[in-house]
Every structure is written in structure tokens, then in C-alpha cells.
């Protein structure tokens, strides 16, 4: 049985997160994605307990006091959280456990779980970064200012995660980045 392995997925909105993490799925045996508890409403085509699990702001807030969750933050407005109990049942089946959460998160993963692998995935550059944000169509002019804002602040702390890969061509960040879990799921 291959060990089982936490990996989080960090970097900006817009730097090519959910386009990898859906890669990896694919390639990636044994790979499972958590889904994070949200305060938020969902977007056009998102259903509960598949993309996220959506809760009130009571609920979160009961989920953390009970321990429920292996991290949470604030971000953009909301509250995200990665539920404990799922993701530790597929670790103990030997599953790669891919986390896609923002770099407050990860670093909470970190400190409880020495163990997880933190892999921050960067844009090739801020312009590049704000081009695929407005391309996407589903932010307004304060929210694209927020997460250029943010993405600088999540930037400056990438050398704190265990590997970077620049996500300049979907195709290679994604074979560079199997290439990695693979390495971490024999050892």
C-alpha cells in the first residue's frame, strides 16, 4: 500500500489552482481532493458537499469549536475550513490528500501536520495574473482589486512553502507537479 500523503495547493486566485488540482486528479493515482467548508454563497454551478460544503456562519462556527476542522481563515469576506474526518480517512487508506486552500490555511495545515507537503503555485507574472482574472468574467472591479491585493501578500510568502512551480504552461506546471507527488508517495 502506498503511504498516505497531505499535500496543499496554494497561490493566488486566478494563478491555475483548480485547472491543476482537476489534472492531477486524473493522473494522480490513489489522488482525492478535500472540499472546504464555506461561509459563501455558491457560484452558478456549484453544488453542496461536491464543490463545497456550504454552512452559515453558526455552523462553521460550531465546527470549529468542536475541533472539526484541520484549518480555517477568513478570506475575501468568508469563512473556508477543511473538514478533520475526511481527510484523515483517506490518508489511512494510503490516499494522496490534495488540499486547495490559501496560504493562511496552509500553514495552519503545516504546524499540526509536519508531515504535509506545502506546493505554492505562482502566475508568471501580476499582470498575467489580473489578465486571467478579469478573463474569467466572475469578478467585480472591487473584487479583482482585493485579490491582486491579496495575491501580493500570498506572493511574498511563497518561499515558506516546501516547492514552487510557475504555472506558465498548464501543461508542464501539471507534469512537474505529478512528478512531485509521485516522488513523495514511494518514499
Known amino acids: 500500500m502506498r503511504k498516505g500523503n497531505l499535500f496543499v495547493i496554494s497561490g493566488p486566485s ?11 486528479l486524473e493522473r ?24 463545497y460544503l456550504f454552512v452559515d456562519d453558526a455552523e462553521f462556527d460550531r465546527m470549529v469549536e468542536e475541533g472539526g476542522l484541520l484549518e480555517w481563515a477568513q478570506v475575501h469576506d468568508h469563512k473556508y475550513g477543511t473538514p478533520r474526518a475526511l481527510v ?20 495552519q495545515i503545516k504546524e499540526k501536520n509536519p508531515d504535509a507537503h506545502l506546493v505554492f503555485i505562482e502566475p508568471p507574472s501580476l499582470d498575467e495574473l489580473e489578465r486571467r482574472l478579469r478573463g474569467r468574467g466572475t469578478e467585480d472591479e472591487d473584487s479583482v482589486v482585493l485579490r491582486m491585493r491579496n495575491a501580493e501578500l500570498e506572493l511574498s510568502r511563497k518561499m ?26 514511494t518514499i
Open 160 to 185: 515558506e512553502y516546501d516547492i514552487q512551480f510557475v504555472n506558465d504552461d498548464i501543461d508542464v506546471c501539471t507534469d512537474e507537479v505529478v512528478s512531485y507527488i509521485e516522488r513523495q508517495a
Open 88 to 107: 484523515e480517512s483517506h490518508m489511512a487508506v494510503g490516499d494522496q490528500v490534495i488540499l486547495e486552500i490559501d496560504v493562511q490555511g496552509g500553514f
Open 14 to 24: 486566478g494563478a491555475g489552482k483548480g485547472t491543476l488540482v482537476s489534472r492531477l
Open 28 to 51: 494522480v493515482p490513489g489522488a482525492w481532493v478535500s472540499i472546504s467548508a464555506t461561509t459563501r454563497a455558491p457560484r452558478e454551478g456549484e453544488v453542496d458537499g461536491v464543490h
